[in-house]
């Protein structure tokens, strides 16, 4: 069973940068396709970012284009979502997802990822 554990979250200002960070303790991503979604309260879970295994195709979510960054390093068998320009709305509970895809040239932002991470607060607020 593969564990995903999310960290990075926090309040930021208006403008402001948060990197979030995803690991998998004891096990390897290498060979996951891996997607990072938010909710805010109230609201349906929305894609963010997504990234292959191979780390070479990365797609984004339009309310986010330009300013999220997904990026995984295979060697510390991390993967980062680095958020820039932050804005009120991307308030909301982060969550990184895997799914085993080791040859697909693709990645999804749709939640159709077996293996979630338990989240964390990200808070957009002056």
């Known amino acids: 069973q593969l564990q995903l554990v999310e960290s990075g979250g926090g309040l930021a200002q208006p403008g402001g940068s948060l990197r979030l960070t995803c690991a998998a303790p004891g096990n390897t991503l290498a060979s996951y396709a891996i997607g990072w979604f938010r909710q805010a309260p109230g609201k349906e879970r929305e894609g963010v970012a997504c990234i292959i295994a191979g780390g070479g195709r990365t797609d984004y979510g339009d309310s986010v284009k330009g300013r999220y960054t997904i990026t995984r390093d295979i060697r510390k068998n991390t993967v980062y979502l680095q958020m820039k320009n932050l804005k009120a709305e991307d308030t909301g509970t982060y969550y990184c997802?895997?799914?085993?895809?080791?040859?697909?040239?693709?990645?999804?932002?749709?939640?159709?990822?077996?293996?979630w991470g338990q989240g964390t607060q990200v808070t957009v607020s002056s």
């Open positions: 997802a895997a799914n085993w895809n080791p040859r697909s040239p693709i990645c999804s932002i749709t939640p159709r990822y077996n293996y």
